[in-house]
């Protein structure tokens, strides 16, 4: 499993592809529940994508029951709301169906958002 840092690194090298490193991280995350890949905090970049991270581990620990890491609590929300799926029609869906963790810090996604198959 890849940890956190090496994700964000990957997505800094092709941000454009940035959904394919991103969710392979959630996928082994839920299979493996390996603390150590999210327990050191990577270097910011003051984006969006940290926000994103971040409120990912946060939802994805408290789906696993796990401690949530203190070091992404000091991480901020983003400047501007940010609706991940980039689509002017889903915006009030995705307003709706938000997770609250992810609307504390402006980010609006779709309720599949992290559904695999």
């Not at 890949?37 to 939802?59: C, F, N, W």
């Not at 991480?75 to 869906?93: D, R, S, Y």
């Amino acid at each position: 499993m890849k940890s956190i840092i090496e994700v964000k690194n990957q997505i800094r090298q092709e941000p454009e592809y940035w959904q394919i490193p991103f969710m392979d991280f959630v996928d082994d995350f839920r299979r493996y529940k390996d603390i150590s890949a999210i327990d050191t905090p990577y270097k910011m970049d003051g984006d969006k994508m940290d926000a994103l991270s971040v409120e990912v581990i946060e939802y994805l620990c408290h789906e696993q029951d796990l401690e949530v890491p203190n070091w992404i609590f000091s991480v901020p929300a983003c400047q501007h709301p940010w609706f991940v799926a980039g689509i002017e029609n889903l915006k009030a869906i995705a307003l709706v169906e938000s997770p609250l963790e992810f609307r504390i810090r402006k980010i609006f996604v779709l309720e599949n958002f992290l559904y695999r198959v």
